[in-house]
């Protein structure tokens, strides 16, 4: 056989087919491909084992800076004695207030729930940790202005998380799920195991049903292990926000929540709901050691 007789037949053994529904050749599905640029080689963001397993989950999630009323760069001494304070309720309460006035305020202004003395006490607080300044009058401002108080409560959330419980954890998190919206307010991971908490730090009265639903895509979206749905309120939850989180549940009839301890409860095995009532994160982490024991295996 002729050399020009064997490459023939050698160029007809190798074309391929075109696939179906598309008319080129192999050779020009080849000539595409290698005119093609290359794909973005896209490393992981800045960032520990919770952001990690976001990008494992298929997510190419990027970290917005948080609204806060204090320097984003706070460490030291100065961050552990805010966190310390924000272990009070009513320093919360107070905060909060102080934020929503948006200028100057009176320490009775930022609050009705501290008598005026405490309130006193609270702002001068604020003025020693460096968040405010005084002003004629007896009145405040904050030295850094925030717009609300949830930036400030995941910051809290966050910290504690890492220095009580050990988890590596990401705040302010976009992780860009299609048609899902919203941030990850706080993602943690330890033990192979990620969890994620929603934050809210509006009376139950502004729950809304949207946002419900909006954390639940949220859920299905990313796939944690654990889920918590934080309020951080002193009313009860079983009023108005836990029938909500019900009815967004895709098991009917919804199973009823269990009360775990005061209010902390679990809907299911991997989802809580828990308030501030005594202690907010000591109710966090009630939830997450809930859940934990429940991934693990049965005892022998």
């Not at 917005?64 to 320097?71: E, T, V």
């Not at 030295?143 to 009580?164: D, I, K, P, Q, S």
């Amino acid at each position: 056989m002729s050399g020009a007789a064997r490459v023939g037949q050698d160029e007809g053994m190798t074309r391929q087919p075109p696939p179906p529904g598309d008319p080129s050749s192999a050779r020009d599905l080849e000539l595409r491909a290698v005119g093609a640029p290359p794909p973005p080689r896209r490393l992981l963001p800045p960032g520990g084992e919770a952001l990690a397993m976001l990008v494992r989950r298929g997510f190419q999630p990027t970290v917005a800076p948080l609204d806060l009323p204090f320097p984003p760069d706070l460490e030291g001494e100065a961050a552990e004695r805010l966190a310390e304070r924000l272990g009070h309720y009513a320093f919360r309460l107070f905060l909060r207030g102080a934020i929503l006035r948006g200028g100057s305020f009176s320490p009775s202004e930022a609050t009705r729930y501290l008598e005026a003395e405490r309130a006193a006490q609270v702002a001068e607080e604020l003025v020693a940790l460096g968040l405010a300044e005084r002003e004629e009058g007896g009145r405040y401002r904050l030295c850094h202005r925030a717009h609300n108080f949830g930036g400030t409560l995941e910051w809290y959330v966050a910290r504690e998380l890492r220095g009580r419980l050990g988890f590596d954890v990401a705040v302010g998190v976009k992780f860009h799920a299609p048609e899902v919206g919203g941030d990850l307010d706080v993602v943690a991971a330890a033990e192979g195991r990620l969890l994620y908490l929603e934050m809210k730090s509006s009376p139950p009265k502004h729950l809304a049903s949207d946002e419900v639903g909006a954390f639940f895509r949220r859920v299905r979206a990313l796939r944690p292990h654990l889920a918590i749905f934080v309020m951080d309120t002193a009313l009860r939850l079983s009023d108005k926000v836990l029938p909500l989180l019900q009815a967004e549940l895709r098991t009917q009839p919804p199973p009823t929540p269990r009360r775990v301890v005061r209010e902390v409860w679990a809907l299911t095995p991997h989802l809580y709901v828990v308030n501030a009532r005594q202690d907010l994160m000591g109710n966090i982490a009630l939830a997450i050691a809930e859940g934990l024991r429940a991934l693990a295996p049965p005892p022998p």
